[in-house]
């Protein structure tokens, strides 16, 4: 997965104790929606300045926030299932569909946020074209965000991939008669990588911290494409809250608050495609891709 968060989907079981940054010795306030404890939100990059933006409009209807920022995409959803956390805000459908499915978990998307186009960036090429053959690119390792990369890499024309590729293709399905190489990292270190490769695809949540710019993108995915509808970028909760009036409320205030939707644009470079997407839709969605993943297997 927002700048964020397209997302990702990954192999999951980390010890919370390890994972859960900013969080030692607190008690979750459960799920109960009682907006006179704060509401644990667990997001990837809690310094962008629409956050705070979000913790004053949430405030100003009664409702306080308290933000648990984590450093890789592995950690809020197990963190969302052990109860350290009410809510998670950081990854797409794909993502939690590939989650649940390998943990046997049940988390449901409660409401929709953005799109963001996938990019892939280079501090040695200026073009695809200028890319030689035979060098490496990087995708990231986790499994819906590798099968994204590359079918950006493939539209670029620096990778064929095996029965034209789908979101579940892996760095396995690159062909050998490919321009290109293709290694799989953790989806926070394709950024640092940029010296080591001729290329690398980031997540929208580390580019900036890489000291690069959304225009320095050399290519990109298109998020209006009706088929990057599983992208979407999703509040998630435990399933037994998925209609808990507070976590609505929330998700209604992220959508509409002309300040936070401005600062989430201005985080995203304006690449974010900003959506209303019904919980309905958001659910159907997962349930298609969930049954795909286990068809797969």
């Known amino acids: 997965m927002s700048r964020k968060r397209f997302l990702s989907v990954a192999a999951l079981a980390l010890p919370l104790a390890l994972l859960i940054s900013g969080c030692a010795g ?3 306030p459960g799920s109960t929606g009682d907006s006179s404890d704060p509401i644990r939100i667990g997001v990837v990059g809690a310094g962008d300045a629409y956050w705070e933006t979000y913790k004053e409009a949430a405030a100003a209807e009664g409702i306080s926030i308290e933000l648990v920022d ?3 995409y592995t950690q809020p959803n197990p963190a969302l299932s052990a109860d350290e956390l009410d809510l998670n805000q950081f990854q797409h459908i794909i993502y939690l569909a590939t989650y649940n499915v390998n943990s046997d978990d049940d988390l449901q998307p409660i409401g929709s946020t953005a799109i963001y186009p996938l990019g892939l960036y280079s501090t040695k090429y200026a073009s695809v074209a200028d890319i030689p053959s035979g060098s490496t690119v990087a995708v990231p390792n986790d499994e ?9 890499l493939q539209s670029a024309g620096l990778v064929e991939l095996k029965d034209g590729g789908s979101i579940f293709s892996t760095v396995a399905d690159v062909e050998a008669s490919s321009k290109v190489k293709v290694e799989a990292l953790d989806a926070a270190f394709t950024a640092t990588s940029l010296p080591d490769v001729a290329a690398a695809i ?3 949540d580390f580019v900036q911290d890489a000291g690069l710019t959304f225009d320095d993108a050399i290519a990109k995915d298109d998020p209006s494409d009706p088929k990057a509808f599983p992208y979407i970028n999703i509040f998630a909760a435990k399933a037994a809250d998925a209609n808990n009036p507070t976590y609505l409320k929330l998700v209604e205030i992220f959508q509409t608050n002309k300040d936070v939707l401005a600062g989430l644009q201005e985080a ?4 974010a495609v900003t ?4 919980a309905t839709d958001l659910v159907a969605s997962l349930a298609d891709v969930e049954n795909d993943i ?3 297997k």
């Open 26 to 28: 607190s008690a979750s």
């Open 70 to 72: 984590f450093s890789e």
């Open 144 to 152: 819906s965000n590798q099968a994204r990369g590359l079918l950006v």
């Open 202 to 204: 980031i997540n929208n």
């Open 268 to 271: 995203s470079g304006g690449t």
């Open 275 to 278: 959506v209303q997407t019904p």
């Open 294 to 296: 286990k068809a797969k």
